[in-house]
């Protein structure tokens, strides 16, 4: 090692050592005043920012996890495809793109790596990143698209139907206090609108329905849940 880096603070040689070697890691040794490198670690100076690497399955299966926050590599082949790993070794796919005239979005790939393949993953990033030179933000436009199906499909059934559904799928995995969604739809709502289809349903039976509640049953303080939960729902 020359005279001129080794007169340079231990950071910035660790860092201009990584740079020049990105899948290794500096390990300083003060008894010598020498950088010692290790394959396919990387250095603590390098996790503060993004770290630029050509990704390979090689790459990804060896590169150590951090030991806190997380590292991130932006691939040197697919612009804006970067590769996380969290201090447990998760290692998942990110993909950077800006759509024509808008802001700058992010999309993270479901699953983690090796159930998506790297491969799979810069497929992906190219079709974002090539629908985004055209002004196309894909992503946007699969979520809507996605909205609208489930929309329809819940359309063309009863609300008896898309109240067990909303109960198992989205309150009892996620709501420590499921058993009380379940029990208000089962007997406020089921009972009065759970045969009719969901399209038919208009704003005045929800109406009709609270308001029966509220002074024909006296459940004035189970109104305003009632209709949240079909607020929801719906």
């Known amino acids: 090692m020359s005279a001129d880096v080794r007169c340079l603070s231990r950071p910035l040689t660790e860092m201009l050592v990584y740079r020049a070697f990105p899948s290794t890691l500096c390990s300083w040794s003060s008894a010598h005043g020498r950088l010692k490198l290790r394959d396919f670690e990387c250095p603590v100076s390098a996790r503060r920012g993004i770290v630029r690497h050509k990704l390979t399955d090689r790459y990804i299966q060896t590169v150590r996890p951090p030991g806190s926050g997380r590292l991130v590599v932006a691939d040197t082949e697919v612009t804006g495809l970067t590769l996380r790993v969290t201090p447990s070794g998760t290692r998942s ?20 790596y090796p159930m998506v393949t790297l491969a799979a993953a810069r497929q992906r990033a190219r079709d974002i990143l090539a629908a985004a030179k055209r002004g196309v933000d894909l992503i946007a436009d699969e979520k809507r698209l996605e909205a609208e199906r489930r929309k329809t499909q819940a359309a063309a059934r009863t609300l008896g139907e898309l109240a067990a559904e909303y ?6 995995p996620h709501q420590r206090r499921w058993r009380f969604v379940e029990q208000r739809l089962r007997n406020h709502v089921v009972p009065v609108l759970g045969d009719r289809m969901v399209r038919d349903i208009r704003r005045a039976d929800i109406v009709e329905l609270l308001d029966a509640m509220a002074h024909e049953k006296g459940l004035r303080q189970q109104v305003n849940r009632t209709r949240g939960t079909l607020a929801t729902m719906f």
């Open 93 to 112: 796919f990110v993909v950077r793109y800006r759509p024509r005239l808008r802001p700058q979005r992010s999309y993270t790939v479901p699953g983690a």
């Open 167 to 172: 109960v198992e799928r989205a309150c009892r």
